[in-house]
């Protein structure tokens, strides 16, 4: 059994991790699988409970801005700036490792993702701790990113110590991650909570698309963030012409109000649809449908946030 708590468990939270416990811990985007970042056992457990393939590097959250100076060997400048900018938020920096993450944390790269979240039980805990905790989405490698607490029960009860409940997730999409090195355009590799836009008003030069080459990020495997129903996307305008199927066992997630027997209307705004997307496929595999239509949002930064998730829901299994 799983202990779950609010607040006042910071503190046996604190302790669980300096013993290299598991903790899940909310953030303003998904639910995270805490343990400490220095650790090597305590990431391995991570590993383990998730049921991810080892290799696949995990990111360290940090509760103060100038942690990066701790845990990245001499930063580029642009990554110092955007940490200043959007710290604590939905920004993952990838950067060049100091080695204070154990190799079981980068997957042996030379680099280490870092995010400070922006959640208030959160930040109490990493500022308790005063050290980094890897935090993978708690969820079962593969599945739906969790956003509340339930959900985080839902995958992985028994399999760890203690879940913070700070309540639903307002973001609800996982991170943008964003790699600066030295000599290097900044590279997306996930898109997220912080749009391209905003990023390359802070930097005042392009981004680049990382995501064309090969698989660099776990979160861009085909079959990332799928429910156990089957996901097809119908867009707006086809949606409004034809309908959208209605046979038995099909359930709708829709951004704009249609007539069908089964659908939960999010939003035409990308923010407010991502909010609300995960509870909802979630939601629709529990009561065990077979087929998931979802017809997405066309307004709103946080736009190719969500068609990239929703291209990773539909994609191919394997
Ligand atoms: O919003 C989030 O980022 C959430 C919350 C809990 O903070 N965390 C999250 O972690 O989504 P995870 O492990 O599910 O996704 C992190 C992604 C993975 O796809 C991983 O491959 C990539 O970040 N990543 C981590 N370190 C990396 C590195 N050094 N180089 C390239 N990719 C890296
Ligand atoms: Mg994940």
Redo the contacts with the bound molecule.
Sequence with gaps: MTLVGGGEQVARAVELLASGGLVAFP?E????LGADATNPAAVRRVFEAKGRPAG????V?VGHVDAIERWADRPDPRARQLVAAFWPG?L?V?VPSSGSAVPEV??G?G???L?M?DHPLTLELLQRFDGGLV????NRFGHV?PTTAGHVLDDLDGRLDLVLDGGPARVGL??T?V?VLVGQPPTL??P?GISVGQLEQVLGEPIVDGRTGPS?????LASHYAPHATVEIVDVADARSDGVPNDIGVAVISAIALDHPDVTVLSNDAGRFGAGLYEALRAIDARGMERIVIVPPTDGVLLPAVLDRLSKAAGPRS
């Excluded at 985007?29 to 995270?32: D, K, Q």
């Excluded at 696949?56 to 990111?59: K, M, Q, T, V, Y």
Aim: aromatic share 2%.
């Design positions: 953030t985007t998904v639910y995270g696949h590097p995990l990111i959250h939905p993952t990838i980068t997957g790269r680099t280490v993702g995010r979240p935090g993978p989405s708690a990113s996982e991170s991650i790699e590799l996930r997220g660099r990020a776990a979160g861009m």
